[in-house]
């Protein structure tokens, strides 16, 4: 008889606690699991998912970097690549957190994917570049330096040299061998860093290394020193890459990504933040590319996030702007909402 009753208790608290019109049976925690289940990625996908996990990243390798497990450079690879692929993920997220129609969902993905190519390689070319293919060392003018046979093509320079004695001194350098010569400028700045709570403290900064451009025409045998005025305390050193990303490809592919990811955002009905991401992760790759050399590649590469940010989140507004102007865009949903497919719209 106990039995019975506690059997009978159960029945009736599972039928009190199911949805109206539900199966019998099917109370209503089970009927939220499987409504919630129906994204996959959803509860992978939240809001602050990709920032935290940029953010986990970053303080683990600075924890490395201050014990001096890892160097400059592999930091500043780190963060080149960390960047844009979190960036490149939040560029794609609403195509699968909130899938949009199929067309919107491609461009997003695809979006997504090339700007963390396009903003990678550049940054990464400029804080981690590898073993060089030729390296010269040039002590006077009129020095040369015997080419490698079959190198040729475009190719990336890094040229450093020591800056030598007080002050604020500058060395000019001009090297020939190369389509057109290359023509630079090392120098050492100054600046004010704070002390204290009003202190004040004057700190040098050396810009002691630099990125080129070059083209190695065929047949050339080597590169010569036409130029060297200032105070070095060594020599000039001339390390040789390959360009596998030229800046102007860059700057063309970027504006095209840009492009992408805002179609994507117009075609999905909503502002998700897409194209901005796309903005920062793209001007990100072009500031490192610029200024950042694999000597100095830590904070360099942090004040880039910045940098990016300022430069290309408003290009990315402009662009998205223009594109919504000239295609025509799915039927805005609520926030949270995905749009209906065409079949649900007809019913």
Do not use: C
Not at 89 to 94: E, S
Not at 228 to 254: C, E, I, K, M, N
Not at 300 to 305: C, R, V
């Amino acid at each position: 008889m106990w039995i019975l009753s506690s059997f009978s208790l159960r029945r009736t608290t599972a039928a009190a606690t199911a949805r109206p019109g539900a199966p019998e049976g099917k109370v209503e925690g089970m009927a939220d699991n499987e409504s919630g289940s129906a994204n996959r990625f959803e509860g992978l996908f939240r809001p602050w998912f990709l920032p935290a996990l940029g953010l986990t990243a970053a303080v683990a390798v600075g924890v490395f970097y201050a014990a001096g497990v890892v160097s400059e450079s592999a930091v500043g690879a780190v963060v080149a690549v960390l960047v844009p692929v979190v960036l490149g993920l939040m560029v794609a997220r609403p195509a699968v957190e909130h899938p949009p129609s199929r067309t919107a969902a491609a461009l997003l993905v695809a979006a997504g994917v090339l700007s963390a190519l396009v903003a990678a390689v550049p940054a990464l070319e400029a804080v981690h570049p590898g073993d060089p293919d030729f390296v010269a060392e040039f002590e006077r003018e009129d020095q040369a330096a015997s080419l490698p046979e079959g190198m040729g093509g475009r190719v990336l320079l890094l040229v450093s040299a020591p800056l030598g004695g007080a002050g604020e001194p500058q060395v000019n350098f001009r090297l020939s061998g190369f389509s057109d010569p290359v023509e630079g400028r090392l120098e050492r700045t100054f600046g004010y860093a704070r002390v204290g709570r009003s202190g004040r403290a004057r700190v040098a900064h050396d810009h002691d290394a630099d990125w080129f451009e070059a083209r190695i025409p065929a047949g050339a045998k080597e590169i010569r020193l036409e130029r060297l005025q200032g105070r070095v305390a060594g020599g000039l050193r001339v390390s040789v890459y390959r360009d596998w990303l030229p800046r102007a490809a860059a700057w063309v592919l970027s504006l095209l990504v840009l492009v992408l990811a805002a179609l994507g955002e117009v075609r999905a009905g909503r502002d998700a933040g897409s194209t901005i991401a796309a903005g920062v992760a793209l001007g990100f790759g072009l500031v490192v590319s610029y200024n950042v050399t694999p000597a100095q590649a830590v904070v360099p590469s942090l004040w880039a996030i910045v940098l990016g940010a300022i430069a290309g989140a408003p290009a990315a507004v402009l662009v998205r702007m223009l594109v919504r102007r000239l295609v025509p865009s799915a039927s805005p949903v609520r926030k949270g909402k995905a749009p209906k497919d065409k079949g649900e719209q007809d019913e």
